[in-house]
């Protein structure tokens, strides 16, 4: 290759890579923690429900409206004919919206809780078809709710009341710890923990199993043959693409294909993951124990503090593994992400110690800047 062809080649390339790498999302990012009301600092689950933020914690649900926060708790048992609603158990570990109705759903470890026009209701074991009170998932499918629980999948109809439960007796479920779901017009997926993940066809009311095909439980054997481990964590189905979260890794499924993610040959800080969020087909956000992960098809971007400093940290991996650290001033409340929700370009975020609220900066020129000037992080 001649040397000026040379040179222009490589030339194109970075600016593909710069023009990619500057699209990347900046954050100026604000922590809630008990301290300025939030119910708990470990943080499951964040929902966003317009302008209110709902955040489900280890002591109470949090509704965050008009600058302040609410909390929902199960009624005091000293206080058995206070007027107060509560919650069906005080640890909320899922949450979901209604987007017809406005109503939120919230699966806890005593049962689902219902929020409707100021009322609350709550589906156990006792009062309903509920297959079990460890309520790890949720989700909303028009007039379907399905929940993934400790003892299986349970599906309401909220028009006729009638539930329906699926389990290892009636689906290839042969483990019936389900922990999270992702319900769309044509397909359901679950997450089932040591049980790869479970697919509903809404057509042909057909399920089917994905499991990990060399069936190593302690490494990848078979990069891109399957799912990348059992141990599924959390489901995501948007344009038709499944991604999965496991304890070993990602995967990205689109009905003929898998991809899977590690963090040796990826952006992921970690293959501990809690739960993965898509944005479409080709983008999605990963929460790991070792901060929050964002893909947009090509590139990677991390946010936390920073493993050894704490101080606030923003990671860049291109398609080439050249990974750049970008200037920022603040970070999400911990490391240890547990799930994130989108308030149009902004997004929030559950962590073991805070609930953080990312507000997007819309100008990319400071990224763009570093992607310039700052050195490379040495790959290890």
């Known amino acids: 290759m001649k040397p ?35 119910p708990d600092n470990h943080v499951f689950c964040v929902l966003v429900d317009g302008n209110r933020i709902w955040a489900g914690t280890e002591n109470g649900l949090g509704l965050y409206e008009n600058g302040a926060w609410k909390v929902f708790r199960p009624v005091s048992p ?25 109503d939120v759903w919230a699966g806890t470890m005593g049962g689902l809780s219902h929020f409707s026009a100021g009322r609350i209701d709550n589906f156990t074991q006792l009062n309903s078809g509920l297959s079990n009170n460890i309520v790890y998932g949720v989700g909303v499918q028009g007039d379907f ?25 009636n689906t290839p479920m042969y483990e019936i710890w389900t922990y999270a779901v992702s319900p769309a017009e044509d397909k359901v997926y ?26 190593e439980t302690e490494m990848v054997v078979m990069k891109d043959q399957g799912l990348i481990h059992e141990i599924t964590t959390s489901v995501s189905y948007v344009d038709k693409i499944l991604w999965v979260a496991t304890y070993f890794g990602a995967s990205r499924y689109d009905g003929r294909y898998w991809h899977n993610f590690l963090t040796k040959d990826s952006g992921l800080p970690s293959n501990f993951l809690s739960q993965v969020k898509a944005v479409d087909a080709n983008r999605a956000w990963f929460s790991t124990d070792k901060g929050l992960a964002y893909y947009d098809g090509t590139n990677w971007a991390v946010y936390r503090p920073a493993l050894d400093t704490h101080k606030p940290e923003m990671l860049v991996r291109d398609a080439a593994g050249t990974v ?56 290890k």
């Open 78 to 102: 000293e206080q058995p004919d206070s007027e107060q609603q509560g919650v069906a158990h005080q640890a909320v570990l899922s949450l979901a919206l209604d987007k017809r109705t406005g």
């Open 145 to 169: 709710i399905w929940a993934a629980s400790a003892a299986g999948a349970s599906r309401l109809n909220t028009r006729t009341g009638q539930w329906s439960l699926f389990n290892n007796r």
């Open 4 to 38: 000026r062809i040379w040179f222009a080649t490589v030339a194109l390339l970075f600016a593909v890579s710069l023009a990619s790498a500057q699209d990347m999302p900046l954050f100026r990012w604000e922590n809630f923690t008990t301290a300025n009301g939030l």
């Open 324 to 379: 750049k650290q970008i200037p920022v001033q603040s970070a999400p409340a911990h490391n240890y992400i547990l799930g994130v929700d989108f308030q149009g370009d902004d997004i929030w975020v559950a962590t073991a110690k805070g609930l953080s609220h990312g507000i997007r900066l819309k100008n990319s020129v400071e990224t763009a800047q570093a992607m310039r000037t700052n050195k490379a992080i040495p790959k």
């Open 190 to 215: 679950y997450a089932v923990w040591g049980g790869g993940v479970l697919e509903y066809d809404v057509k042909t009311e057909h399920w089917k199993n994905y499991d990990d095909p060399d069936g």
